[in-house]
């Protein structure tokens, strides 16, 4: 009670954002956005893994030839990690200029209405539950310490500071997919003819088992669940080109 009776500026940190004023040490910030970055990067070498090892597999039910095999696979590589760096800095492009527009609108609003908007961003507390008084408090007080930066997370659940990059999303992705695609490429180079394809897909599953069990913890899902249905996918994935390529090798031979 003596909280809302003061409400000194430690206490608005308790009642807007919900954040005990003993954890303030705690990095809070940005811990949503590098969980995403780490959870795309995870599903980047996923993909790298699987599309990959379809590639190498489906060519080695075709051919024993060894260079044709690793040539595929290392296109694979180049192209596949190419095109999910481009999709994602188009994608995180997009992103950005509609960001930025959207913060030179709430800008040029500030600038003009300004008590329209602080009554805004009030009402934005009262439907958080806080009472109208406590409510123009905090909009106020955050007003007068960083208008945009208010709005701009109250109203856009944007941080002004903190804005998408499309060149690190684009390098992100093109690492992950190389990095899961060396896996299929390295372990079928490796093995003897007779034994490419289960060397294969013995790291591919071992590869599979292992991004699906982290992107059950960062998702909070059912490890086992995911597990499966990762290395089912891939698993599928490589008996479906691996025929592919022996009807296809038959056919040409």
């Given amino acids: 009670m003596g909280c809302l009776a003061t409400i000194p500026r430690s206490c608005f940190t308790v009642l807007v954002t919900g954040t005990a004023v003993e954890h303030a040490h705690e990095p809070h910030q940005g811990v949503g956005g590098k969980l995403n970055w780490l959870r795309a990067g995870v599903l ?5 893994i699987v599309s990959v090892a379809g590639i190498v597999v489906g060519v080695a039910g075709a051919t024993t030839e060894s260079t044709t ?5 290392i296109a694979g590589l180049v192209a596949g990690a190419f095109s999910m760096a481009g999709g994602e800095y188009v994608s995180v492009s997009t992103q ?3 960001e930025q527009a959207l913060l030179r609108l709430e800008k040029q609003e500030l600038n003009t209405m300004p008590e329209a908007e602080e009554r805004e961003l009030a009402e934005i507390y009262e439907d958080k539950g806080l009472s109208p008084d406590l409510a123009n408090r905090v909009a106020r007080e955050l007003t007068e310490k960083d ?6 997370e109250a109203e ?3 941080d002004p500071d903190n804005l998408t990059s499309p060149w690190q999303a684009a390098w992100a992705s093109l690492l992950a997919f190389s990095t899961g695609a060396l896996l299929p490429i390295l372990s079928i180079a490796w093995a003897g003819v007779s034994l490419r394809v289960w060397a ?3 790291a591919v599953v071992v590869g599979l088992t292992l991004t699906g069990w982290v992107s059950a913890r960062l998702g909070d899902a059912n490890v086992g669940r995911a597990i499966v249905r990762n290395v089912g996918v891939g698993a599928l994935t490589m008996v479906v080109t691996y025929f592919v390529g022996v009807i296809f090798g038959v056919t040409v031979g």
Avoid: K, P, S, V
Avoid at 44 to 48: L, P, Q, W
Avoid at 69 to 73: D, P
């Fill in 44 to 48: 980047g070498a996923n993909d790298g």
């Fill in 69 to 73: 095999i690793l040539t595929a696979g």
């Fill in 96 to 98: 950005r200029d509609t």
């Fill in 147 to 152: 208008a945009l930066q208010a709005h701009a």
């Fill in 156 to 158: 856009l659940g944007i």
């Fill in 200 to 202: 294969c897909a013995a």
